[in-house]
């Protein structure tokens, strides 16, 4: 999903400034032969460093000739992917602040950094139908996703009611189940851990996965529309 992000938001000629503990093939590739595009290699699990992160990616961006900034909150992981009551302190703590404290985070000092620029200001945090419909084995990943869609709900209604003139626009967007790596690492899950992992390699089987490419389509999209929809929980099926 994160390749494919990069590949259509840098042929849209937009500045990226991509955050991920390693560079990904299409960052790679771009960076060789283009310009426009940065690279920060960061472990969003490190929550205490994150204020230095945003500094870092800010000190990038020219101020003066902007039109528009966005946040993409992509990241996320899957692990632990087992019953709660099997889950370990360390793995229950790594998950929430990939999937929910990262993004928290990352939102709260876009926000801060964001507030005198008078240019179009809009953040996708990505969620997943799990944050609203309980998995069997996904007690991490769901109550996480659940709080990415409450904060984004919140943050937008006090950015309506706070920054008048250039309230920077939140949504939560489930991009529905794409065939990436973490498919994979769902349809090779034991079924003592994750119950549902026959459904999962049917969808497989059956071609019913979407491609990365067409949900950064959608992302693009959003980025892009005239009728941003501003504090709700978006899916991808609604734009398909």
């Given at each position: 999903?994160?390749?494919?992000l ?9 500045h ?22 940065d ?131 939140v949504?939560?967007f ?36 979407l ?30």
């Amino acid at each position: 999903m994160g390749n494919a992000l990069v590949k259509k938001l840098h042929a849209l000629d937009y500045h990226l400034i991509c955050v991920s503990r390693a560079k990904g093939k299409a960052i790679e590739e771009l960076m060789n032969k283009a310009e426009k595009i940065d690279f920060i290699p960061f472990d969003l699990s490190n929550v205490e460093q994150m204020n230095s992160l945003i500094d870092s990616i800010f000190a990038k961006i020219d101020r003066q000739g902007i039109k528009s900034v966005h946040l993409i909150n992509n990241a996320g992981t899957l692990s632990p992917m087992k019953p709660i009551d099997r889950c370990e302190t360390e793995e229950i703590i790594t998950s929430m602040n990939v999937n929910l404290m990262a993004p928290m985070l990352l939102t709260s000092r876009f926000i801060q950094e964001a507030e005198n620029l008078n240019c179009d200001k809009r953040v996708i945090n990505i969620s997943s139908g799990a944050g609203s419909n309980p998995v069997f084995g996904w007690s991490c990943y769901g109550a996480a996703k659940a709080g990415v869609n409450m904060m984004s709900q919140i943050a937008s209604l006090e950015q309506l009611q706070l920054n008048q003139v250039h309230p920077v626009q939140v949504v939560s967007f489930a991009p529905g189940i794409i065939d990436t790596d973490m498919q994979a690492q769902i349809r090779s899950s034991n079924r003592k851990d994750f119950a549902q992992v026959d459904r999962f390699i049917d969808y497989k089987e059956e071609g019913k996965l979407l491609s990365p490419e067409v949900v950064a389509s959608v992302v693009a999209e959003l980025l892009t529309s005239t009728s941003f929809p501003n504090g709700e929980l978006v899916s991808v099926s609604d734009y398909l």
